[in-house]
């Protein structure tokens, strides 16, 4: 070992409990002098508890169905009306929202997406009824067109179904014929997951890819050199939105191809439309990541923002409790949660064989968020040097 090697050995290699001490008190400093840093430490985890609290506070509810109940009163020798005993045991269910209206409707209903189920009650129902408790040959039928490719929902209607009949005249053999809307589509639960997880691993990776991103220029002093270019802060910013753009097309490709192809996911729609989705929707990500990195002093506070974006999202977005199960006050809020939409158009053309005549909406409303999230981080953009 030579002379310079020595000078810098240490000189004392025991373990010191006061030079740890020294850093962890240094590492707490840092914190103390980011306050901002402080504020999201604290936030974060409270608001993200009190959402999931809120939103996981009960069993899903208020799920919308069409009935029609046709059913006729019969004398045996007192009146007897079944359909309205039915009807009036699922009207006090919590778990179901029930509309009076006519089965053909309900099923045009349900394939568009505005009820969960549509229920019919024969006209001969009661007296049917009657004739198999008097050892007649016969079959009491209710049919329900259910929506099966939200499995818990699905079961959650069938459930309030048979606990109607059972309150309304117990167990006598009523057969209920299911009917599975859009085409018959019933799909197990890796199939029904895959599209809000897509929308979900999009959101997470894209905003905390691209807040990073634009975050570690401005701590590397990238962007006080830009601001003595010529360069308008539009163009800086659409600069980086390009850049992270090239960037999402590998990742919204990854996340597509490993969904269908690896997992086995099924695309019941249009292929084009749901990658024409997802890069409008990956683009409102990006758009939204620069918006945000302008809030952000260093990369510890830019990581913090895909937590505070994505996790409340899933919770609010109905990707973990369908959106008409949260408590009244939040669905509201739901319905501001860029996720609530991205799970709509995956759910929608991977699932149910949308396209865009039943899906416009929802791209109109993502296309929104993408030039609202632009003008947002234009007019928050910071068009000078650090002093």
Not at 47 to 72: K, Q
Not at 190 to 203: C, K, Q, R, T, Y
Request: glycine content about 6%; charged content about 15%.
């Amino acid at each position: 070992m030579n002379k310079e090697t020595e000078d810098f050995k240490p000189k004392n290699l025991r373990f010191s409990f006061r030079r740890t001490m020294a850093i962890a008190l240094r590492t707490m400093n840092q914190f103390r002098r980011d306050k901002r840093t402080i504020a999201l430490l604290s936030i974060v985890p409270i608001m993200v508890m009190l959402i999931f609290g809120l939103a996981f506070s009960g069993e899903i509810r208020n799920v919308p169905i069409l009935i029609e109940n046709s059913d006729t009163a019969v004398t045996v020798p007192l009146p007897l009306h079944l359909g309205n005993n039915i009807t009036e045991a699922l009207n006090a269910d919590i778990r179901t929202d029930l509309t009076n209206g006519t089965y053909s409707e309900g099923i045009e209903e349900v394939e568009l997406g505005r009820y969960y189920a549509a229920i019919l009650i024969p006209s001969n129902f009661s007296q049917t009824v009657v004739e198999m408790l008097l050892g007649f040959n016969v079959t009491a039928r209710i049919y329900i067109y259910v929506d099966a490719t939200e499995p818990t929902v699905r079961a959650s209607i069938m459930s309030a179904v048979y606990d109607a009949l059972d309150e309304a005249m117990g167990d006598k053999g009523v057969k209920i014929e299911q009917i599975l809307a859009h085409a018959g589509a019933e799909f197990t639960g890796l199939d029904v997951g895959i599209p809000s997880v897509i929308a979900f691993v999009m959101i997470f990776l894209l905003v905390i890819v691209g807040v990073i991103t634009v975050t570690r220029e401005k701590i590397q002093g990238t962007q006080d050199r830009l601001y003595t270019t010529p360069l308008r802060s539009s163009e800086r910013l659409l600069g980086y939105v390009i850049g992270l753009l090239l960037i999402a097309i590998l990742m919204i490709s990854l996340t597509l191809i490993f969904g269908v192809f690896v997992f086995g996911a099924k695309v019941q729609g249009n292929v084009f439309l749901l990658i024409f989705a997802a890069f409008l929707f990956g683009i409102a990500h990006i758009f939204l990541a620069v918006f945000l990195s302008n809030f952000a002093q260093n990369e510890l506070q830019a990581i913090q923002f895909a937590p505070l974006t994505a996790i409340p999202s899933m919770a609010l977005g109905g990707m973990i409790i369908p959106i008409v199960s949260l408590p009244a006050w939040l669905q509201p809020i739901s319905y501001i949660v860029p996720l609530t939409y991205g799970i709509n158009l995956f759910e929608g053309i991977m699932l149910k064989g949308w396209g865009f005549k039943e899906l416009w909406v929802d791209f109109l409303v993502v296309a929104g968020m993408c030039l609202l999230f632009f003008i947002l981080a234009v007019i928050t953009v910071r068009n000078r040097m650090r002093d």
